[in-house]
């Protein structure tokens, strides 16, 4: 049987983006509500279980990461059966807008909340910051958060150059100092490359007693969309909201790594950058057994025992 007009399992892709948000809005009023917050910003509500996704995300971001073109939130409704509240925005907003501001107030006056087993914020970059934030308004929320901010606020991070045209945005009204918005949370959980030497000064300022911080080395300054790519971002999510998530799920959670090429090249890199050729070949000779065909991991081999047959560098012995 084909999916109705309105059905949640229709894909979105390859609309305009006008058709999309159509299409985005007939879904959502089907099965919730949907709301335009301003001129940037938006709220699509799909109603379903006793526990709650709020993700935080682009319209772009949505557009271009997921397969049917939708909302994080709703692959946690059929894959789960969560409910899902998204909102989202035109561009990179931090969600700094008083019409958001103002819809956030609403659901908290209307008990929307707490009407819910469980709330989970979800959010990345800027998305993260927003996650972080917003959380205050449901005390007792989980947050998983990807490379958030902590705020723009150059009092504060000066040292972030990455988005000076945001600096006249406020941070310091509502809503506005991320680590300290996470205080009413049951737990936060952040998410970072400490390699993105600007993401990892960020995330020293979410120090607190209920955040329990993540590293992922090398995996840049797109974590979410290496998780997408290699399918950990919904368990991840899933095990957050069903307090599953701890250090050595999450560990074996990203064992996927281990076969993740992007990863490996970044791992290469950064074993070449520190000047290691034992340790470069000892990634190279692993890399190639386990996944055959790795190219750039056969010449990077070669090249160092080349080296090593000169003098140049010692190599550790190949095993038999």
Known sequence: MQDTPH???????GLDKAAWLTRLADIADDRGHFQPLGRRHLAAYVEEGATLIVTFETIQ????????AQPLG????????????????????????????GYVDTLIDDGFFEEFDRVIFYGAGPCGYAAAAYSVA?????VVAIQPQATLDPRITEWDERFVH??????????GYAPDMLDAAKQAFLIYDPEVELDAMHAALFTRTNVEKFRLRFLGSAIQSELIEMQRLLPLIALAGTDKLSSHNFARLMRARRDYPPYLRGLLAAVDRRDRPWLAVMVCRNVLKRLGKAPRFARRLSQIEREAADGNVRIPPERP
């Not at 059905?7 to 892709?13: E, Q, R, V």
């Not at 945001?166 to 809503?175: E, Q």
Request: no cysteine; charged share 25%; aromatic share 12%.
């Open 61 to 68: 971001g949505i557009r271009a990461l997921s397969d049917k």
């Open 166 to 175: 945001m600096r006249r945005t406020s941070f310091s009204d509502r809503y």
């Open 7 to 13: 059905s949640l399992d229709t894909p979105l892709a």
């Open 138 to 142: 449901a005390p007792g929320a989980t």
């Open 74 to 101: 709703w692959d946690m409704v059929r894959t789960l059966g969560w409910s899902s509240l998204s909102l989202m925005s035109d561009g990179d907003t931090w969600f700094r807008d008083h019409d958001v501001y």
